[in-house]
């Protein structure tokens, strides 16, 4: 079963995502690849660095797009399922160092097939969020292998994937707080003086210079909206727990996710309850502490940027592992817990149906937030 599981993820990925290849470009995709002329021009890759050396990598995936097929968008969908399908794997044989077998494969198809990671996936624009969860896999399942016992070829993939990462998207800045919760509640045991700050070091200096060369090219990130630092914190504290929703009771996915711009009583209300289930995870240590941080880093750093879209459903993709894992961590194994995924599945395929045109798309936004005005 081992041997033929990842060809069986990968497959299940591949039938859940195949009713989406035909999607047009949408949102976003109008600016980031219709209309941007860096992306069209694959011999200039200058360019594509001076456009946003921090998501080179990114960039020249969707160059190479429109060298082959131009508008066409078929190939675009392709290459974003391809990723997915990559991720789920890389997902499995992360989960593997931390459940027992059985679970490890519950846990990798019933992330790779749950509705949250359609926007990720479906989205073209979304590739930005699982490409560079690739390399937060890499880096991450590498680590824990040679923290675990010394590997000169494991650490130099961690390094390599940190530095691709930091290529891709800004996020990718969260695989050193990741490998450094990983190592600590995975292998130290929560002790601290057991780490080792030498393999840091070169971490360190990368993403320092990753946010040196940021500020120089684009100055300090500038608020895409005013809003208050106060009302900042409270509103991704509810933004958090609409992820959370959408991860445990998956249905209500939209484009579109109206959230208050100012400090609400519910939003307050959130903090305090994050404060306590992270503050709870961290006196566990072990298995929560570590997915307590797999979900907690890439959703801070993104939500360190105060965005026009207070929330979208891509950002939390890779957060959604933790919860995943942590779940399936504690149920029973019971054949009857195969029927998870496969119910996940049924709704990514439903999701999938209605990112098949942009009217079906903000219709079913409209459909689920018939107040809003911007939907």
């Keep these: 079963m081992t041997r033929a599981f990842p060809w069986i993820l990968v497959v299940a990925v591949v039938a859940a995502g195949a009713n989406a290849l035909r999607g047009p470009f949408v949102y976003d995709d109008l600016i980031e690849i219709v209309a941007n002329p860096v992306v069209h021009d694959l011999s200039r890759l200058d360019a594509l660095v001076a456009y946003n050396p921090q998501r ?37 044989r992360l989960f593997a160092l931390v459940l027992s077998p059985w679970r490890a494969r519950l846990a990798a198809a019933a992330w790779a097939l749950h509705p949250a990671t359609t926007e990720a996936v479906t989205y073209i624009s979304g590739r930005s969020d699982a490409l560079v969860t690739s390399f937060v896999l890499l880096a991450l399942r590498a680590w824990i292998v040679d923290a675990r016992a010394p590997s000169p070829r494991a650490r130099a993939v961690a390094y390599g994937a940190m530095f691709l990462g930091l290529l891709t998207k800004e996020t990718a800045v969260a695989i050193l707080p990741l490998c450094l919760a990983a190592e600590l509640f995975l292998v130290a045991g929560g002790r601290v003086r057991l780490l080792d700050a030498r393999r840091y070091v070169p971490v360190v200096l990368v993403v320092g210079a990753a946010a040196f060369l940021r ?17 900042h914190v409270f509103t991704q504290a ?15 996915q939209s484009i579109l996710h109206p959230v208050p711009a100012a400090a609400t009583r519910l939003g307050g209300m959130c903090l305090l309850g994050w404060v306590a289930a992270l503050g709870w995870a961290w006196r566990q240590r072990g298995l929560p502490a570590f997915f307590a941080a797999t979900w907690a880093m890439p959703l801070l750093i993104s939500s360190a940027f105060v965005l026009k879209e207070t929330m979208a459903e891509h ?43 942009e009217s079906a798309l903000w219709g079913s936004a409209v459909a689920r937030w018939p107040g809003s005005a911007e939907a």
């Design 56 to 92: 080179a990598l990114l960039l020249v995936s969707f160059a190479l797009n429109w060298a082959v097929g131009g508008l066409e968008t078929v190939g675009y969908h392709a290459v974003n399922v391809a990723i997915h399908a990559l991720n789920a794997v890389l997902a499995w």
């Design 215 to 231: 500020v120089v090219y684009f100055g300090w990130p500038v608020p895409e909206v005013p809003r208050t630092l106060s009302a």
């Design 315 to 357: 950002r939390a993709y890779a957060a959604g592992l933790a919860i995943v894992g942590l779940v399936v961590s504690r149920l029973p194994e019971r054949r009857w817990a195969w029927a998870i995924p496969a119910v996940l599945a049924a709704l990514t395929v439903a999701r999938n149906a209605e990112w098949r045109s």
């Design 238 to 252: 509810e933004v958090w727990a609409r992820y959370l929703q959408l991860w445990l009771l998956p249905w209500g």
